[in-house]
């Protein structure tokens, strides 16, 4: 049985109270026992009644069967409903016991979820600042990845100038180059690690392999 069974509020005062005092006026501070013992059979039904069996009763409590008869019906003390009695004094209290209890419990589940809640939202903020990191540190790396890299920033006309000469190239084809590439692509590229010298490279070689065919067919241009 929990611990709570065994509770409930008892009036310090209770001794003098009319009824009691024709209680005790009667039966003495046996029958005040023995009326408290009954109040405390009562707490612990699930109900807060209990069944008139008085022999059942006087055998719980050892005592005589009569007396437990006039303490539960010559006093008022209890209410009889049926076959059974309950004090009403003793309902109303544990009524009241039980509303504050719901109430505890309620405003427990709501901590409960405003704590769950919070923590939720924590682990989603957690979970939003490591994506962010993350992220940050791969602009970062790839930032770092752009900046070291010369060939990322489009040419001037003469780096190009310069890269064609060193491989023997006239400047008419590095202005050709540079009219090509600058005008059209060089913004368009810029972001994908454009490496501008290997575009020069792939045009030298279209370039030269162009000139070996007409050196070959030096007409051919004009059959086409």
């Known amino acids: 049985m929990p611990k709570e069974a065994f509770y ?33 059979m009562l707490r612990d039904s699930s109900t807060y009644e209990l069944e008139c069996d ?32 309950f004090s009403h004094s003793l309902k109303r209290r544990m009524e009241l016991k039980e509303a504050k209890s719901e109430q505890a419990r309620d405003a427990a589940r709501t901590r409960w979820a405003k704590r769950k809640k919070s923590n939720s939202n924590a682990d989603a903020l957690q979970k939003q600042s490591n994506s962010n990191a993350i992220k940050e540190k791969k602009e970062k790396k790839e930032n770092e990845i752009h900046s070291k890299n010369p060939n990322e920033q489009p040419p001037t006309i003469e780096q190009v100038k310069a890269y064609f000469q060193q491989r023997q190239v006239s400047a008419i084809e590095a202005n050709a180059f540079f009219d090509f590439w600058g005008a059209s692509n060089w913004c368009n590229d810029l972001g994908k690690n454009v490496n501008w010298q290997q575009k020069a490279i792939s045009w030298i070689s279209r370039m030269d392999k162009k000139q070996k065919e007409q050196l070959k067919d030096p007409y051919a241009h004009l059959r086409k």
């Open 8 to 40: 409930f509020s008892h009036d310090s005062n209770s001794r003098s109270d009319e009824k009691i005092l024709k209680l005790r006026l009667k039966h003495g501070w046996e029958g005040y026992g023995i009326y408290w013992a009954l109040i405390e």
């Open 54 to 85: 008085l022999d059942l009763i006087a055998f719980e409590l050892r005592c005589d069967k009569d007396k437990i008869k006039s303490i539960i019906f010559d006093f008022n003390l209890f209410i009889i409903s049926g076959s059974n009695f």
